[in-house]
Each structure stands twice: as structure tokens, then as C-alpha cells.
């Protein structure tokens, strides 16, 4: 794994432009920025990112069969009650998962580490699984790129082939938070997906979502909801005026009802207890638990709720590093082994390890040039270069 200065397309925003990529820059920053990659062998890729991922889906989904019949897990995780019932249904039913997001720390050193799962609304879909695709094929026809150079990237490919399983010729209803670009361009490109997978589709806002008589999510024209896709995560949800109707409802969600477990960052001290020692796996314990001490005064502080990096704390040595502010942290905390990411050329790196439709299947890598990964990060694309 290395870090590899290049050229920029130079027609890199005319394309932005036609495939509607419009949160290619944030606040006046790069958001997308190829003046570099970084470079993997497909052994690295093969042996340390996609077959750690399958270990951890699987390990995850243990871990979910596990928590169903522990009211302690569940209680750990601050999963409301009323709901406990519903989430258990929806996994031993089968209800089928889209995709999913493992943040990991790598250096192409030693073995991935898993910061955290970004198991029900993972973003930058789009950027990884079309936009860094087209710069591959542009740099290596623009002979930016060797000619030989690849990518480990079939996230396109496996969405549309899980909205194929998941639709089953049902209208796909995509609701989600339109205000901020990077939502509103990731519900469009998995919507495209859909459409590619031969769906058809509405977009509908979270407050145009009505309740008919017996239960029943219906839209704006009183007609049945049967799938939704909500990039609006389920602590959230189930906190809304409407939660309390979300059980006894016959849509299907996706992500389903079952991913609320998995996306929390209690799911970190679970999995170590599970599987101490575990390669991928750093230390983890609930803030409180007498175990925390083994970290002294060196660790990462993280809400069981969270996304971007809000309200983490990196404490090294007693002394704050990194903390970026945000809110949440209401229903606790977990504390982390501390593991620094990489630095290249002075930017931190973290790995984003895609699992989608059943299968490990792509990377994206975020860098910033403070410890903790924000929404601000910027997105770098990759290659398998030998």
C-alpha cells in the first residue's frame, strides 16, 4: 500500500458534471481529489481487505443471532424495548441486507483492523462504486495510469444484482435527508441501481410518508409502501412520532429492521468478547466496565451513536488529539484500543471495505490530514498496480 502523486484528468469536472456527481467539492475543499491514489498489490487486496471483510460480516451476523436472545446485549446497546421483538423477526426470517460499510485500519503491514461498521446508511456509494471506476479507465487511457493497472471495485455490479433478489418486481420507495448533497447524490445513485436492476422507483421525503388504516406506510397519493430504502438510520426512526407503528407494519426496509444492532458502535466491545484476540478486532469495552483500565491513559472514546467522526475523542497519553464536536453521545459510550491511522505524505488514511448482495466487494479510501475521519475528508481513488 502506497501513496502515488499523479496528474488530474483534466476534463475531471466536466465529468463530475455529467454523472451528476455534485458534491465533488465541499464548502470551497476538495472533497474528490485524484492529484494522488493510492496503490495496492492484489495480494493486499486479496489476503488483508476482502477476506478479513467476509470474516467480520460473518462474525457480525453471530453476533446478531446472539444479541436476539440476550436482553443483555440488546440493553447494552440501548435498543428501545419495544422493538426487541420486531428486530429478532426480521433476522430469523431472513430479511435480506443491501450493503454495508467496514471502516478499517490498514497499512499494508499487518493485519486490517476494524474501527467501526457503518451497517445501515453507509455513504460515498457512489463515489466508489461508479466515480473511481470511470477515473481508472480515464487515467489508463490518458496514460496517467499503468496500462495493466486495476481496481478492487465491483460495488456497482453487486447493488444492482441485490436489488434484483430484493425487489422482486415491487415499486421501490428511496426516502432519506435531501438537504445535504452527499445524501441526496447517494440516494440518487442507488436509486439508478434499482432502475438498473429493472425497479421501478419513487423518491419520497420522510414527512411526505403517511399511516393508512391497519398500519400501513402509503405516499403522498394514499398508495401502499411495500419496499423502502431509507439512508435515515433506525436510532432515529425508531425515536420519530411514527416509530411506534414501525412493528406492526408490512414494509420492507432496507436496510432491514435486524442492521439496528449492528449499527452501533456497542458492537465493538461485543465482538472482542466474542472473539478475543481476533486479528481484525482491536480491544474494546463499555465506558464503565473496570476493563477500560487496561488502556491507560491512551484510547478512543466513541458514542455508541455517531456518524463522521462526531463526538469521538482520540486521547494519546492523557492528552486530547483529535475530537471533532457533534451530537450525539446521549446513550453512552465505548472506549478502543487506540490505533493511529497510517500517514501518507502527512495525510491520515482509513479503508473503506464494502460488503454488498452477499460478497466483499470493493474499497475506497478517505484521508484527512487529522487523526479522525470526518464528512469533510477527502475521497481517494485506488489501483491494483502488480
Known sequence: MR??????????????????????TLEGERYWDERAYYAFTLEEIERDIEAPTAELEAMCRELVSRAIEDDRMMKLLQIPRPFWNWIAASFKRGDLSLYGRFDLRYDGKGSAKLLEYNADTPTSAFETGAFQWRWLQDGIAQNLLPADADQYN???ERLIEGWKVIGKDRKLYLAGVRDTAEDSGTLAYIEDCAQQAGLQTARIEMDGIGKASGGRFVDLENKPIELLFKLYPWEWMMREAFGASLPGAPTQFVEPPWKAILSNKGILPLLWAMFPGHPNLLPA??????????????????????????????VIDGKPVDRDDGPYGAEGFIRQAIAPL?????????????FAAGEP???????????????????LPHAIIG
Do not use: M
Not at 501513496?3 to 465533488?24: I, K, L, S
Not at 466496565?289 to 463522521?308: C, H, I, N, Q, V
Open 3 to 24: 501513496r502515488v502523486a499523479c496528474e488530474e484528468r483534466a476534463n475531471w469536472q466536466d465529468v463530475a458534471r455529467e454523472t451528476g456527481f455534485e458534491f465533488h
Open 154 to 156: 465491483s460495488l456497482h
Open 285 to 314: 469495552y463499555f465506558e464503565g466496565d473496570e476493563k477500560t483500565a487496561e488502556f491507560g491513559t491512551s484510547y478512543a472514546r466513541k458514542p455508541l451513536f455517531s456518524r463522521e467522526g462526531a463526538n469521538v475523542d482520540l
Open 342 to 354: 497510517p500517514q501518507f505524505d502527512g495525510n491520515h488514511a482509513v479503508i473503506g471495505s464494502w
Open 361 to 379: 466487494c470493493g474499497l475506497n479510501v478517505r484521508e484527512d490530514v487529522t487523526p479522525i475521519t470526518k464528512n469533510s475528508s477527502r475521497f
